[in-house]
T-cell receptor, first 114, second 115 residues
Framework: DTGVSQDPRHKITKRGQNVTFRCDPI?????LYWYRQTLGQGPEFLTY????????KSRLLSDRFSAERPKGSFSTLEIQRTEQGDSAMYLC????????????FGPGTRLLVL | QQQVKQSPQSLIVQKGGISIINCAYE??????FPWYQQFPGKGPALLIA?????SEKKEGRFTISFNKSAKQFSLHIMDSQPGDSATYFC??????????????FGSGTRLLVRP
């Protein structure tokens, strides 16, 4: 039984570069969430997919951010023209359609923008 | 109204003691209240969760107490162990209009259990 996996685990990039993160949810979980966690704070919701449809985006998700979930399986989160304020842990979580309130988190991708 | 307020920010407890972390919410539409445990460099792991139709839920050494009228809930860790040293987050959720169950997290409590 594999949990939620995320890749890469760490990413260091220079300001202005583009980065892409991948999340593989637990198989058969059709709900997928992205959250962002800054140091010393709780995770904050970014966006939500039900199968391949992106149904909700937080105001935190500026137009430099884009997320996809092709075919309702893995998901990618891309940040274009990174800024130092984007430095954070990006967490992915998944849940079933039934009992969907129980979310299981991946290990996260820690991004550092220099 | 969407906030979840968590206290204390940090907590030091002796081994064998009881750790208590408190959370308060405003939105009475919330109907799911989980607690997550997070170790440094790891993602949050679900510990225990409760719905407002019960006042208490216990799983092993972890107990959630829920006070619906006060809009407060708390996590009690009995017989705290050094391995419990981690950051704990409360959260709240409901079925939102977009059909998600997005979580609203508290700010976290860093627990240190001394040997």
């Amino acid at each position: 039984d594999t949990g939620v996996s995320q890749d890469p685990r760490h990413k260091i990039t220079k300001r202005g570069q583009n980065v892409t993160f991948r999340c593989d949810p637990i198989s058969e979980h059709n709900r997928l969430y992205w959250y962002r966690q800054t140091l010393g704070q709780g995770p904050e919701f970014l966006t939500y997919f039900q199968n391949e449809a992106q149904l909700e985006k937080s105001r935190l998700l500026s137009d430099r951010f884009s997320a996809e979930r092709p075919k309702g399986s893995f998901s990618t989160l891309e940040i274009q023209r990174t800024e130092q304020g984007d430095s954070a842990m990006y967490l992915c979580a998944s849940s079933l359609s039934v009992g969907g309130e129980t979310q299981y988190f991946g290990p996260g991708t820690r991004l550092l923008v220099l | 109204q969407q906030q979840v307020k968590q206290s204390p920010q940090s907590l030091i407890v002796q081994k064998g003691g009881i750790s208590i972390i408190n959370c308060a919410y405003e939105n009475t539409a919330f109907d799911y209240f989980p607690w997550y445990q997070q170790f440094p460099g790891k993602g949050p792991a679900l510990l225990i969760a409760i719905r407002p139709d019960v006042s208490e839920k216990k799983e092993g050494r972890f107990t959630i107490s829920f006070n619906k009228s006060a809009k407060q809930f708390s996590l009690h860790i009995m017989d705290s162990q050094p391995g419990d040293s981690a950051t704990y987050f409360c959260a709240a959720s409901m079925l939102w209009m977009d059909s998600s169950y997005k979580l609203i997290f508290g700010s976290g409590t860093r627990l240190l259990v001394r040997p």
